[in-house]
């Protein structure tokens, strides 16, 4: 599959709720499906549905590193995961982490300039990650923010060497990668 057709794929979030018959609590399922999407076309063809998170889905981010073709996923059952998208598996899996994991972002700044396989993870603990999935190790920690951290977002400039979080606490902050510092504090909104 080209770029342009993973570009071209669009990703449907469906929850099954399943009742506990003793408790009559739902217990939510997700499942993540891939469409492709043809301009010209007006059907729409599912090519993958990958399952494995027992809580919803908040984020997912595609990768095209090592000719391979990737998705991260952050979840509210508190993991972050990998899938192939060629086979359909699920290849990495972060479960260490104690809090939902709200963002999620291949991050191309390791990929290009530490030759390392690095997901960057916001979380509703106030912290941001750094998690090297091949060696299965944790990297960094931004820990700055007074609230969970809801979206991040790599520069698109200087090979993604900066990093823009947002917060509950109601601010944006700048971050240097390769520092790992923050470089500026934006305040002004009212609200998350």
């Keep these: 599959m080209s770029l342009t057709k993973l570009l071209s794929i669009m990703l449907v979030y469906?929850?099954?709720?399943?009742f506990d018959d003793k408790q009559n609590i739902p217990n939510i399922y997700l499942i993540i499906s891939f469409f492709m999407l043809d301009p010209f076309c007006s059907t729409s063809k599912l090519l993958n549905t990958f399952i494995g998170h027992t809580r919803y889905v908040w984020s997912i981010d595609c990768s095209t590193f090592d000719d391979g073709q990737l998705?991260?996923?952050?979840?509210?059952?508190?993991?972050v995961r990998v899938w192939d998208v060629e086979t359909n598996k699920q290849i990495h899996l972060f479960d260490e982490h104690s809090n939902n994991v709200y963002c999620v972002k291949f991050s191309t700044y390791h990929y290009y300039?530490?030759?390392?396989?690095?997901?960057c993870f916001s979380s509703y603990d106030s912290t941001i990650r750094f998690w090297d999935y091949k060696?299965?190790?944790?990297l960094q920690i931004y820990n700055e923010h007074d609230s969970w951290v809801g979206g991040i977002e790599f520069s698109s400039f200087n090979g993604g060497r900066y990093?823009?979080?947002g917060s509950s606490d109601k601010t944006i902050r700048l971050w240097?990668?390769?520092?790992?510092?923050?470089?500026?504090?934006?305040?002004g909104h009212e609200r998350s």
Excluded at 113 to 119: E, F, R, Y
Excluded at 135 to 138: A, E, I
Excluded at 177 to 187: A, D, I, P, R, Y
């Design 135 to 138: 060696n299965n190790q944790q």
């Design 176 to 187: 240097d990668v390769e520092t790992s510092k923050s470089l500026h504090v934006f305040n």
């Design 71 to 79: 998705i991260c996923s952050g979840s509210d059952d508190c993991t």
């Design 14 to 18: 469906f929850f099954v709720f399943l």
């Design 163 to 165: 990093l823009c979080s």
């Design 113 to 119: 300039n530490n030759h390392c396989n690095v997901i």
